[in-house]
């Protein structure tokens, strides 16, 4: 049985950092590429980062480029993200997720077959 359990998220104010952490069970996690995804009340879904199966290639979405940091731990079957000086217009539900395909940056969320139930992030100002 797959499983993907978010945790890390919590209330930071404008300009912390906090790191999310994905844990993963249930298949061979270095065989998949792994996402990071985001929705805020209200609004649709949406991507954040991408890392593929190695960890050799990272994708980021415009708004935080230059602000957070995807990575895994192949060894301990872990996705991270770490993000630094928060916004309030971070404030979402974030999620992992993950696929067995090809990974090449795809921003879609239909492109991934896993998720976890997600981790509340609050970025006060």
């Known amino acids: 049985q797959v499983q993907l359990v978010e945790s890390g998220g919590g209330l930071v104010q404008a300009g912390g950092s906090l790191r999310l952490s994905c844990a993963v069970s249930g298949y061979i996690f270095s065989r998949y590429a792994m996402g990071w995804f985001r929705q805020a009340p209200g609004k649709e879904r949406e991507f954040v980062a991408g890392i593929s199966r190695s960890g050799g290639r990272t994708y980021y979405a415009d708004s935080v480029e230059g602000r957070s940091t995807v990575s895994r731990d192949n060894a301990k079957d872990t996705l991270y993200l770490q993000m630094n000086s928060l916004k309030p217009e971070d404030t979402a539900v974030y999620y992992c997720?993950?696929?067995?395909?090809?990974?090449?940056?795809?921003?879609?969320?239909?492109?991934?077959?896993?998720w976890g139930q997600g981790t509340q992030v609050t970025v006060s100002s």
């Open positions: 997720a993950a696929t067995p395909a090809y990974y090449s940056g795809s921003t879609d969320a239909a492109s991934f077959h896993y």
